[in-house]
């Protein structure tokens, strides 16, 4: 079954880029996409497909994935920005799995 | 604009059941698939079961087979999570989501989530 490994955390200061990573064996032959989570919310996707944006999601927002590790880039970050991400994948021997998340910090 | 409204939760007792609702709306929820994810206190999401458009194939989590039915009545718009003998670890805020894309791979609208609480 699938395992998509997050870093915890991830600190960076207004203005400057935040990349969260997705590790697990093999992401890039399968379709990642991403969630944000603010406090006391429900998630929200921000990236589909690897690197689709839904409508109203900012351009800030961007996706990759290759490899072993899909990354979720968050450009100009602002302090709206400060949430939990998770990343998460379909699995034909899993179904669904989500990443293990890691919270943004806006310095 | 899309809605999906949960309803349902509350303190359970180890053992007892429970009927999760979900109301949507602002789509056609006959074309939908829809899905049950959880998320523990503190914790990080866990996808719990998805049932197809038709209500015809569903699909859980290892974690909750034999103990968790979710159904639909599209006459009503209406999505179900029946959960029985209910466990300390089932304690979750448990979210209506619609399956997005053309393959269903992921989760494109989140309802606001209902609280399950079963003590220890």
């Known amino acids: 079954s699938s395992v998509l490994t997050q870093p915890p955390s991830v600190s960076v200061a207004p203005g400057q880029t935040a990349r969260i990573s997705c590790g697990g064996n093999n992401v890039g032959s399968r379709s990642v996409h991403w969630y944000q989570q603010k406090p006391r919310q429900a998630p929200v996707l921000v990236v589909y497909d690897d690197s689709d944006r839904p409508s109203g999601i900012p351009e800030r927002f961007s996706g990759s994935n290759s490899g072993n590790t899909a990354t979720l880039t968050i450009s100009r970050v602002e302090a709206g920005d400060e949430a939990d991400y998770y990343c998460q994948l379909w699995d034909s021997s899993s179904d669904y799995v989500f990443g293990t998340g890691t919270k943004v910090t806006v310095l | 604009e899309v809605q999906l409204v949960e309803s349902g939760g509350g303190l359970v007792q180890p053992g007892e059941s429970l009927r999760l609702s979900c109301a949507a709306s602002g789509f056609i929820f006959s074309n939908s698939w829809m899905h049950w994810v959880r998320q523990a206190p503190g914790k990080g999401l866990v996808w719990v079961s998805r049932i197809n458009n038709d209500g015809s194939s569903t699909a859980y989590a290892d974690s909750v087979k034999g103990r968790f039915t979710i159904s639909r009545d599209n006459a009503k718009n209406t999505l179900y999570l029946q959960i029985n003998s209910l466990r300390a670890e089932d304690t979750s805020v448990y979210y209506c989501?619609?399956?997005?894309?053309?393959?269903?791979?992921?989760?494109?609208?989140w309802g606001q989530g209902t609280l399950v609480t079963v003590p220890s």
């Open positions: 989501v619609r399956g997005g894309g053309f393959s269903y791979t992921f989760f494109d609208f």
